[in-house]
């Protein structure tokens, strides 16, 4: 969705409500390709106040993500809120996005929030066994034999010497 900036900033100010409600099948980050399992919906409102255009949203959506630790796929509610600054003109402001042309648009600045929202840690949940390093075994799920066959080899020596005696 873009919005045309050019008649409402003709206003000393305005504000302009939004609410919206699409599909979006999937993006693509880090490598990795995540879908939406929800569409994303989104509300708020778009002030403009001299030079500087403010947005303020409120955003969700559910996102699918693979587990790093267990690979499994995980559903991953995500709900946030967006607030960014715009302006038309050259300011002297960080914090404030310039806008080459009097066109925002809704839709790049949703998807780059989202990514910007996504856990660092992609965990199924906080203490996810993960999967057996040996033999592949989620071990969230079933237990394998080879923590008990891997014994430190000093201990074995150990073993070996208790075993002589
Ligand atoms: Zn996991
Ligand atoms: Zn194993």
Do not use: W
């Not at 504000?15 to 919906?41: A, C, H, R, S, V």
């Not at 600054?85 to 914090?95: P, R």
Request: charged share 30%.
């Amino acid at each position: 969705m873009i919005i045309e900036l050019s008649e409402l900033i003709k206003h000393k100010s305005f504000k302009k409500d939004i609410q919206l409600t699409y599909e979006e099948d999937k993006l693509y980050y880090d490598g990795e390709e995540i879908l939406f399992i929800k569409p994303i919906y989104t509300e708020g409102s778009i002030t403009g106040i001299g030079d500087i255009i403010s947005v303020d949203l409120i955003l969700n959506t559910e996102l699918q993500l693979t587990c790093s630790r267990c690979l499994e796929k995980f559903n991953y509610p995500l709900e946030f809120e967006i607030h960014e600054k715009f302006s038309t003109e050259n300011v002297e402001d960080d914090n404030v996005i310039f806008l080459e042309n009097d066109k925002l648009d809704i839709t790049e600045l949703v998807e780059n929030s989202i990514i910007m929202a996504l856990p660092i840690k992609k965990l199924c949940k906080e203490d996810c066994k993960g999967l057996c390093q040996k033999c592949g075994t989620n071990l969230n799920i079933h237990t394998c034999d080879c923590e008990s066959q891997d014994i430190d080899p000093r201990l074995a020596k150990l073993k070996d010497l208790f075993l002589d005696n």
